[in-house]
């Protein structure tokens, strides 16, 4: 497998374009992802109650799993828009799917944004056939810049590799930076490739794939309502086709995993305000929940974030999440690294140089380990610091 540049673009087949059409003040704000031929789909969405209008229509439009374009837009959510926010997606994805020749139902949309206006169709109406008209295959750099919201920069990818006896490609791009802890499967991921897939082999890759990812991060433990993963995969490489059981699928989910992991980390690092990148493993559970338990409170901790984000020691604060976490262990039982340092051993003080510890901390990425000692069962979450700048961000994200 070798990683390569071109991001959702790198895949055979695939055009893609992006312009301003006002929804933002400045900053292109529309994109469109298209597949040359019809693409098998599949996607994983938000599992908040609150559901976004787009979410709820693409989840229509993917009953087929069959797909040919992507329709985004940010800087405007269209969540709790009622009735006429599902009007509107309707609206755009039929006149999008009218101008490419292609059927409504072939035709997927996502918004991003902030939450409960009115989204303005027909700024999007108007821009639709400027959009068509510039799509490319250059386009990908761009459309991963038009998806943006606080993000500090784009985030994308591509891996080639062998499978089925061709070359294959995966490319993706990706947004988020705040609202984050996905339970798909504000964040948003579109891939693309060119392997020859059958739907169920598809479906049943992106749904590993995420859970080893997307569902491992988090940057304030709020779920969006518009969280969004899709995959179309066109077939354009040629190859034996990937299935279930049959030869390609390894080399389909090796591949398919880094492009996940990759901008989920991204996602992290890129986070508001973060400054340092954190890992959170958990090992050594009775369960894989008791494991989850543990780690995601701990990962979720402002408590333990800033105390990161600050380098400062201050390992009670673990502590005191993990004993909170409502997971099974015994007080006496477990161990804590920060690092690379031992810092506990079997709950008791081991390492008291706080200078040792400090170093720890002062790099960019930091570890923090547990060992519960009641099982075989291990979980892991990347997450970042919070600093005062997540807090300036959120506190005027609206204005």
Known sequence: MKVIEGGIMAPLGFVASSLHCGIKRKGEDLALIYSEVPAVAAGLFTTNRVKAAPV????????????????INSGNANSCTGKDGLKAAKLIAKLAASRLGISKEDLLVASTGIMGRPLPAEKIVEAIPRLVERLSRTGGRAVARAIMTTDKSPKEIAVRFRAGGRFCTIGAIAKGAGMIAPGLATMLAFITTDVDISKRALIGALKGSIEGSFNRITIDGDMSTNDTVIILANGMARNQKVTSSGPGLRAFQRGLDYVTSGLAKQIVKGGEGVTKFIEVVVKGASTPEEAKLAVSKIA?????????GGGDPNWGRIVASLGASGAEFDENGFDLWLGNRLVLRDGTLVLKDLAKLRKALSKDEAKIALDLKAGRCQATVWTGDLTEEYVRINAKYST
């Open 56 to 71: 709820k229509l693409s989840k229509v439009h993917l009953k087929d799993n069959r797909a040919q374009a992507i329709l």
């Open 300 to 308: 979720n901790s402002p408590l333990v974030k800033t105390m990161v």
